[in-house]
């Protein structure tokens, strides 16, 4: 195990008393800028995120407590299904073992958005401070600060992206290959993909910046690429924050665009049921029959995608975050990778193209 370096001995290096390492982390206003940037940007150097909230603690001893990592709004978690289903089952788990669950939004982040030292401090403050036994996260970007500051505090972390370390998965790309063959046998060739971004703008069609794309979004995109083949049409559409609003809106803006061209596509596929719901609900509000005129698919088969006669992707939410809980606070469980299935769930919104 690699040994890291203490408040102390990083207050060796850059010459500074330890008071001082700590008030860069926890009191900047006490430090003038240029020194705790030099301080900050020397710790990084050797591997030091900021003194270890639980020092005080006595060694070995458990928090009890796993935080969960989203990079949405905190009331993002109460409000979308997927999200209410994946802390259910993470909850599940929590009861039976005595674990507190701390819910913890760590906003967006890409490689393409640069940050400033004090953004990142700002992205990184709570999680630095918190105790905490391990973390699950949820479609956090892989280059995300915050995933830095754990792992060198050496805290536990399972992701639902697929880094190489302890991860709990569904093969996203393939399942969006399924919808795409479907699509594909279905005879469509213009397909408008609206897909969930770290983007709260209006919605963009035809983005190319598809690194500000969520992991798992980038994943369904190429899926569906992929299932309709060479010679289709596949237009990528920046929706923003996964909520109804964004569907609405992302899916207007593809029929404004169709207009002006004159080539409507056949069909709109959203990588999560919550868009798609918002398409199918500007579809109807311009007369166009969904399935007859226009197909429309989803991902995740939550509850309201069957009252619509959506097409979609069923993934196991719940046991998704009862087996990220499990691997975090149960010490019998062996497995460090797994990938959960899939179905692809034909209903009435996608039928033969139109002519």
């Given at each position: 195990m690699v040994q890291r370096p203490s408040l102390r001995a990083v207050a060796a290096a850059a010459g500074v008393?330890?008071?001082?390492?700590?008030?860069?982390?926890?009191?900047?206003?006490?430090?003038?800028?240029?020194?705790?940037?030099?301080?900050?940007?020397l710790a990084e150097q050797m591997g030091y995120?900021?003194?270890?909230?639980?020092?005080?603690?006595?060694?070995?001893?458990?928090?009890?407590?796993?935080?969960?990592?989203?990079?949405q709004e905190l009331t993002y978690a109460f409000s979308d299904p997927y999200c209410?289903?994946?802390?259910?089952?993470?909850?599940?788990?929590?009861?039976?073992?005595?674990?507190?669950v701390l819910l913890m939004p760590v906003g967006p982040h890409s490689v393409s958005k640069g940050h400033s030292r004090a953004e990142e401090m700002r992205l990184v403050q709570n999680v630095r401070r918190a105790v905490l036994d391990g973390a699950i996260a949820d479609g956090v970007d892989t280059e995300h600060p915050v995933l830095r500051v754990l792992a060198?505090?050496?805290?536990?972390?399972?992701?639902?992206?697929d880094t190489g370390s302890p991860c709990v998965l569904v093969d996203d790309r393939g399942a969006a290959v399924e919808v795409g063959r479907h699509l594909r046998?279905?005879?469509?060739?213009?397909?408008?993909?609206i897909i969930d971004s770290m983007d709260d703008d209006e919605p963009v069609v035809g983005v190319r910046d598809e690194s500000r794309l969520f992991p798992y979004a980038r994943l369904r995109l190429e899926g569906l690429?992929?299932?309709?083949?060479?010679?289709?049409?596949?237009?990528?559409?920046?929706?923003?924050?996964?909520?109804?609003?964004?569907?609405?809106?992302?899916?207007?803006?593809?029929?404004?665009?169709?207009?002006?061209?004159?080539?409507?596509?056949?069909?709109?596929?959203?990588?999560?049921?919550?868009?798609?719901?918002?398409?199918?609900?500007?579809?109807?509000?311009?007369?166009?029959?969904?399935?007859?005129?226009?197909?429309?698919?989803?991902?995740?088969d939550i509850p309201r995608a069957e009252d619509a006669g959506l097409t979609t992707v069923r993934q196991p939410v719940r046991e998704k975050g009862r087996v990220m809980a499990?691997?975090?606070?149960?010490?019998?469980?062996?497995?460090t990778r797994v990938t959960l299935p899939t179905e692809v769930v034909i209903r009435t919104s996608t039928a033969p193209a139109a002519s």
């Amino acid at each position: 195990m690699v040994q890291r370096p203490s408040l102390r001995a990083v207050a060796a290096a850059a010459g500074v008393s330890p008071t001082t390492i700590s008030n860069a982390y926890n009191r900047p206003e006490q430090l003038s800028e240029a020194l705790r940037e030099r301080i900050l940007e020397l710790a990084e150097q050797m591997g030091y995120s900021g003194p270890d909230p639980s020092a005080s603690s006595l060694r070995g001893r458990r928090a009890g407590s796993i935080g969960v990592l989203f990079a949405q709004e905190l009331t993002y978690a109460f409000s979308d299904p997927y999200c209410a289903e994946l802390l259910t089952g993470v909850a599940e788990v929590a009861t039976t073992t005595g674990t507190n669950v701390l819910l913890m939004p760590v906003g967006p982040h890409s490689v393409s958005k640069g940050h400033s030292r004090a953004e990142e401090m700002r992205l990184v403050q709570n999680v630095r401070r918190a105790v905490l036994d391990g973390a699950i996260a949820d479609g956090v970007d892989t280059e995300h600060p915050v995933l830095r500051v754990l792992a060198n505090r050496g805290i536990p972390i399972i992701s639902t992206v697929d880094t190489g370390s302890p991860c709990v998965l569904v093969d996203d790309r393939g399942a969006a290959v399924e919808v795409g063959r479907h699509l594909r046998e279905l005879g469509h060739r213009r397909c408008a993909v609206i897909i969930d971004s770290m983007d709260d703008d209006e919605p963009v069609v035809g983005v190319r910046d598809e690194s500000r794309l969520f992991p798992y979004a980038r994943l369904r995109l190429e899926g569906l690429r992929a299932g309709l083949g060479p010679g289709a049409e596949v237009t990528p559409v920046s929706a923003g924050t996964n909520t109804l609003e964004s569907g609405r809106k992302a899916a207007a803006a593809v029929l404004a665009v169709a207009a002006a061209a004159g080539a409507q596509p056949t069909v709109i596929a959203a990588t999560t049921d919550v868009l798609a719901l918002g398409v199918i609900d500007t579809l109807r509000s311009q007369g166009l029959q969904v399935g007859a005129e226009i197909s429309v698919t989803g991902f995740d088969d939550i509850p309201r995608a069957e009252d619509a006669g959506l097409t979609t992707v069923r993934q196991p939410v719940r046991e998704k975050g009862r087996v990220m809980a499990r691997m975090l606070v149960d010490p019998t469980y062996g497995q460090t990778r797994v990938t959960l299935p899939t179905e692809v769930v034909i209903r009435t919104s996608t039928a033969p193209a139109a002519s």
